[in-house]
């Protein structure tokens, strides 16, 4: 069983600071790593993708990954109420084909 | 261009019964997969279709079965639906072969089995 360790939270931040997602997995064979944010009773939607060592950036969202580690994170700079919502961390299974999803860390940053 | 389709959004059914959960994707996406979410289970797949023609077992596959109608549909049947198949499914689907592409999802069907 390949697994994506995810911390449930809830990861409480106020308005303006940074917020930070971590994210573990098993296979060492995973290439592709990705960040999926779902609103409560909504489906996933992508936030970011990264496939190679070190730092992604996207506006306010930054994704780093650590093969060696075997670690990637999301950080969210300048964190809004609207960023309030569950982020997903998804890794490429050892078929290839499909992804296997965290639990997810659920958001919640305060006025 | 609506994306991903999935019918019906909300079902209730009694154990023993059978349904199946409709999928259509417009987006002419290769790989189609099903996927279920519980609460603190996070989303486990169930089904996947890399191409028309083809599916696979992921996580979770008992109890369920799949056909991969065309390019465009790809539904998952409950045979005889159990309480432990209580749960919201998702249906996605990728234009990528390989797990490198984006994953979009359908809405969700909400599923209820007493």
């Known amino acids: 069983q390949k697994e994506v360790e995810q911390n449930s939270g809830p990861l409480s931040v106020p308005e303006g600071a940074i917020a930070s997602l971590n994210c573990t997995y098993s296979d060492r064979g995973s290439q592709s790593f990705f960040w999926y944010r779902q609103y409560s009773g909504k489906s996933p939607e992508l936030i970011m993708f990264?496939?190679?060592?070190g730092d992604k950036e996207d506006g306010r969202f930054t994704a780093q990954l650590n093969k060696a580690s075997q670690y990637v994170s999301l950080l969210i700079r300048d964190s809004q109420p609207s960023d309030s919502a569950t982020y997903l961390c998804a890794v490429t299974s050892n078929s290839g084909y499909a992804l296997n999803f965290g639990k997810g860390t659920s958001l919640l940053v305060t006025p | 261009n609506a994306g991903v389709t999935q019918t019906p959004k909300f079902q209730v059914l009694k154990t023993g019964q059978s349904m199946t959960l409709q999928c259509a994707q417009d987006?002419?996406?290769?790989?189609m997969y099903w996927y279920r979410q519980d609460p603190g289970m996070g989303l486990r797949l169930i089904y996947y279709?890399?191409?028309?023609?083809?599916?696979d077992k992921g996580e979770v596959p008992n109890g369920y079965n799949v056909s991969r109608l065309n390019k465009r549909e790809f539904s998952l049947r409950l045979e005889s639906a159990a309480p432990s198949q209580t749960s919201v499914y998702f249906c996605?689907?990728?234009?990528?072969?390989?797990?490198?592409?984006?994953?979009?999802f359908g809405e969700g069907s909400r599923l209820t089995v007493l």
């Open positions: 279709s890399a191409s028309e023609g083809t599916t």
């Open positions: 996605a689907s990728s234009s990528s072969l390989y797990g490198t592409g984006e994953l979009f």
């Open positions: 987006m002419n996406h290769n790989s």
């Open positions: 990264i496939y190679s060592n």
